[in-house]
């Protein structure tokens, strides 16, 4: 199975690759768990319906566990061999004149992070679904689903080359399709899956045109052979390179213009909205980046267009979530937001890198908490998703208020807990530079810090404080242990473990063999920002108090000012992708059809009766009479003659 890779350049200038050694070698087997539990849960029919996803929850737990010896592994090894990269050898994949590919895998630093992540919050979100989707009758499928997201993520975050890094994508997208349309019965939801499936498909094109222009311009589709030859290729490849690799990663990760689909894709079951939000799919544009940061970093004017698209996206998350009232569309623009930091701090550069990756790691514990909370909430009240039905909530869900305030605490960056860690590097490391680049995107991440304080605060004080404005068919209820432990072990992660990674600076020490980091000086003291960014923060809150817990919240949404109606409409991104491609696309579809009907159609069959009316006249004239043949033959003979008289 295995073989020596040998001593090959890597992505890290003065690091090499090695073949895997001890577990690592069975990095396949953390991929291949999940795989094999989706297999046997849509092949193995009904008599898995009891037992299926109970073996879907061991199968993902199994490769956690795996998973975390690797990570102890990689950890105990000698400083000098940590740099070192790792890969396992599969088999040979593609072999043609012009280009050799072995199907590989790469254990490192970084895939690691990312296996650790999808494998233990994947993990939490399984054993939550066994209560969360206890009734329903396909929920074998549902598990298998679920398998099938996590194995295509594994596969995504373990490849060794951008063609095996493209199957995973593919995978996770087809997953998220599956999962996002679960239940299709109803139109919308289906509708929903569609939409998630054709936008991503517009980042997958970008993806693709990224590795034509790499083959074309290295010859090679491996990161060995692609980070080796990067510095040495030309500006504009390696530019064009770089935006098609921001479009795959604005599709993934739901990042300016294409983050449409990610609001719709709520329609899928809760568990589903907190898998995709927080361990697998819109972390993928976030790893794809700061993986390919060889490239990146050698074409400056791409990293700044990661950088603009990062923050232009920070802040339309942030707009839209103020005005949101279903609560798992209101955390879905807080995710796009929150995203927005992490692309931001990955165009920043080696200044921004490990931030980007610490803010995904603690965004997955305090995001997945939260939208597991939401589904308690909601399974608590009738599937109602209106917040201005909610309220008071606090006094019958103790344990989902608690674990889902400590997620509302962690995302807001209350001092001490994990987002205070992670997103004010970001906004430190946003402030580094020259020219009108930090001033800029250190103001941006700045003030989205305070938005976000404040439709954060929006959504739990309607949610869980204030009046009660429930129904009167609805009795609000703690939701089992299948479902709340979880989310306390989820809590538990939002509230400590920045605390861990970050202060003691074991998240730069880990990550920086595979990303490098520099430190750099802030426009502004970090002692001064941490403070301004407490006090907008403070006033975010206060605001939300004040409107949404002290003063009575109408169940019927007010008209609003124009921005909130705008807000509420996504700030018109459906409306305009309507306008400039879907009715553009059903006119030429309506001209296509007109002139195949009038044109092509219409000229075959006319042809065709032409000759079908000239042979029905012609068969009348074979009526079997020897006086009309004789007729005929007279007829003949006389034109023939009178030819010969006028030509004559």
Same mark, same amino acid.
């Given at each position: 199975?295995?073989?020596?890779?040998?001593?090959?350049?890597?992505?890290?200038?003065? =690091? $090499?690759?090695?073949?895997?050694?001890?577990?690592?070698?069975?990095?396949?087997?953390?991929?291949?768990?999940?795989?094999?539990?989706?297999?046997?849960?849509?092949?193995?029919?009904?008599?898995?319906?009891?037992?299926?996803?109970?073996?879907?929850?061991?199968?993902?737990?199994?490769?956690? $566990?795996?998973?975390?010896?690797?990570?102890?592994?990689?950890?105990?090894?000698?400083?000098?061999?940590?740099?070192?990269?790792?890969?396992?050898? #599969?088999?040979?994949?593609?072999?043609?004149?012009?280009?050799?590919?072995?199907?590989?895998?790469?254990?490192?630093?970084?895939?690691?992070?990312?296996?650790?992540?999808?494998?233990?919050?994947?993990?939490?979100?399984?054993? /939550?679904?066994?209560? /969360?989707?206890?009734?329903?009758?396909?929920?074998?499928?549902?598990?298998?689903?679920?398998?099938?997201?996590?194995?295509?993520?594994?596969?995504?975050?373990?490849?060794?080359?951008?063609?095996?890094?493209?199957?995973?994508?593919?995978?996770?997208?087809?997953?998220?399709?599956?999962?996002?349309?679960?239940?299709?019965?109803?139109?919308?939801?289906?509708?929903?899956?569609?939409?998630?499936?054709?936008?991503?498909?517009?980042?997958?094109?970008?993806?693709?045109? =990224?590795?034509?222009?790499?083959?074309?311009?290295?010859?090679?589709?491996?990161?060995?052979?692609?980070?080796?030859?990067?510095?040495?290729?030309?500006?504009?490849?390696?530019?064009?390179?770089?935006?098609?690799?921001?479009?795959?990663?604005?599709?993934?990760?739901?990042?300016?213009?294409?983050?449409?689909?990610?609001?719709?894709?709520?329609?899928?079951?809760?568990?589903?909205?907190?898998?995709?939000?927080?361990?697998?799919?819109?972390?993928?544009?976030?790893?794809?980046?700061?993986?390919?940061? $060889?490239?990146?970093?050698?074409?400056?004017? &791409?990293?700044?267009?990661?950088?603009?698209?990062?923050?232009?996206?920070?802040?339309?998350?942030?707009?839209?979530?103020?005005?949101?009232?279903?609560?798992?569309?209101?955390?879905?623009?807080?995710?796009?937001?929150?995203?927005?930091?992490?692309?931001?701090? &990955?165009?920043?550069?080696?200044?921004?890198?490990?931030?980007?990756?610490?803010?995904? %790691?603690?965004?997955?514990?305090?995001?997945?908490?939260?939208?597991?909370?939401?589904?308690?909430?909601?399974?608590?009240?009738?599937?109602?998703?209106?917040?201005?039905?909610?309220?008071?909530?606090?006094?019958?869900? *103790?344990?989902?208020?608690?674990?889902?305030?400590?997620?509302? #605490?962690?995302?807001?960056?209350?001092?001490? %807990?994990?987002?205070?860690?992670?997103?004010?590097?970001?906004?430190?490391?946003?402030?580094?530079?020259?020219?009108?680049?930090?001033?800029?995107?250190?103001?941006?991440?700045?003030?989205?810090?305070?938005?976000?304080?404040? /439709?954060?605060?929006?959504?739990?004080?309607?949610?869980?404080?204030?009046?009660?404005?429930?129904?009167?068919? !609805?009795?609000?209820?703690?939701?089992?242990?299948?479902?709340?432990?979880?989310?306390?072990?989820?809590?538990?992660?939002?509230?400590?473990?920045?605390?861990?990674?970050?202060?003691?600076?074991?998240?730069?020490?880990? %990550?920086?063999? $595979?990303?490098?980091?520099?430190?750099?000086?802030?426009?502004?003291?970090?002692?001064?920002?941490?403070?301004?960014?407490?006090?907008?923060?403070?006033?975010?809150? +206060?605001?939300?108090?004040?409107?949404?817990?002290?003063?009575?919240?109408?169940?019927?949404?007010?008209?609003?000012?124009?921005?909130?109606?705008? +807000?509420?409409?996504?700030?018109?991104?459906?409306?305009?992708?309507?306008?400039?491609?879907?009715?553009?696309?059903?006119?030429?579809?309506?001209?296509?059809?007109?002139?195949?009907?009038?044109?092509?159609?219409?000229?075959?069959?006319?042809?065709?009766?032409?000759?079908?009316?000239?042979?029905?006249? !012609?068969? *009348?004239?074979?009526?079997?009479?020897?006086?009309?043949? +004789? %007729?005929?033959?007279?007829?003949?003979?006389?034109?023939?003659?009178?030819?010969?008289?006028?030509?004559?």
């Amino acid at each position: 199975m295995l073989s020596l890779v040998g001593s090959l350049p890597s992505s890290d200038p003065g =690091a $090499v690759t090695t073949a895997a050694t001890g577990i690592n070698q069975y990095a396949w087997l953390v991929i291949a768990l999940p795989l094999l539990g989706a297999a046997l849960l849509m092949v193995g029919g009904k008599a898995l319906d009891k037992v299926g996803p109970l073996l879907a929850v061991c199968l993902s737990g199994a490769s956690f $566990v795996l998973g975390l010896i690797m990570l102890l592994h990689t950890r105990g090894m000698s400083t000098q061999d940590r740099g070192l990269k790792s890969d396992v050898h #599969l088999f040979d994949w593609i072999d043609t004149s012009s280009l050799h590919l072995a199907a590989g895998l790469r254990v490192d630093q970084l895939s690691l992070t990312f296996v650790m992540l999808i494998t233990f919050v994947g993990t939490l979100i399984h054993v /939550y679904s066994l209560g /969360y989707m206890e009734h329903d009758p396909d929920r074998r499928r549902f598990f298998a689903y679920l398998n099938l997201f996590v194995a295509a993520m594994l596969t995504l975050v373990l490849a060794d080359s951008f063609v095996g890094l493209f199957v995973g994508w593919e995978g996770v997208g087809l997953a998220s399709y599956l999962l996002i349309g679960f239940w299709n019965w109803n139109p919308a939801y289906a509708t929903a899956a569609n939409k998630a499936f054709v936008v991503n498909r517009v980042g997958d094109l970008g993806m693709l045109l =990224a590795l034509f222009t790499m083959y074309l311009t290295f010859g090679r589709l491996d990161f060995n052979g692609v980070f080796a030859a990067a510095p040495h290729a030309s500006q504009t490849s390696l530019t064009w390179m770089g935006l098609f690799l921001l479009v795959g990663a604005c599709g993934k990760s739901a990042q300016f213009p294409l983050q449409s689909w990610l609001g719709d894709a709520m329609a899928g079951p809760t568990p589903v909205s907190a898998l995709i939000h927080a361990a697998t799919m819109v972390t993928a544009g976030v790893y794809l980046i700061v993986r390919s940061h $060889v490239i990146f970093d050698a074409a400056p004017n &791409a990293r700044l267009a990661v950088c603009i698209v990062g923050a232009i996206t920070l802040m339309f998350g942030a707009i839209v979530g103020c005005a949101k009232d279903d609560m798992k569309k209101a955390l879905a623009a807080s995710t796009m937001s929150q995203i927005g930091y992490m692309i931001l701090a &990955a165009g920043l550069g080696p200044v921004g890198y490990v931030f980007a990756i610490f803010h995904l %790691l603690t965004h997955g514990f305090f995001k997945a908490g939260m939208f597991l909370g939401a589904g308690s909430v909601m399974h608590g009240m009738n599937d109602q998703v209106d917040m201005r039905r909610f309220g008071g909530l606090s006094a019958v869900m *103790r344990i989902t208020w608690v674990t889902f305030g400590l997620g509302f #605490l962690a995302i807001i960056g209350f001092p001490l %807990l994990s987002g205070f860690w992670s997103k004010d590097k970001i906004i430190e490391a946003a402030f580094v530079g020259d020219g009108w680049r930090p001033w800029v995107f250190g103001l941006t991440a700045l003030i989205a810090a305070g938005i976000t304080a404040f /439709y954060m605060s929006r959504l739990f004080f309607m949610v869980f404080h204030g009046k009660r404005r429930w129904t009167d068919d !609805v009795h609000p209820h703690e939701s089992p242990l299948t479902m709340t432990v979880p989310m306390m072990i989820l809590a538990v992660g939002s509230a400590f473990l920045g605390l861990i990674l970050g202060p003691t600076g074991i998240i730069q020490h880990w %990550l920086e063999p $595979v990303t490098g980091h520099t430190e750099g000086d802030p426009k502004i003291p970090s002692a001064l920002l941490m403070v301004i960014t407490f006090l907008l923060v403070a006033a975010g809150v +206060a605001l939300a108090w004040l409107r949404y817990w002290r003063d009575e919240v109408p169940v019927t949404p007010p008209v609003g000012s124009l921005v909130t109606q705008a +807000a509420r409409r996504d700030l018109g991104q459906d409306d305009l992708n309507e306008a400039v491609f879907q009715r553009p696309g059903l006119y030429l579809t309506r001209a296509l059809v007109f002139a195949d009907n009038r044109g092509v159609d219409g000229a075959s069959g006319g042809l065709a009766a032409a000759i079908g009316g000239t042979s029905a006249r !012609v068969k *009348r004239a074979q009526n079997g009479f020897v006086r009309s043949y +004789a %007729l005929t033959m007279l007829v003949g003979v006389v034109a023939i003659l009178g030819v010969v008289w006028v030509v004559q």
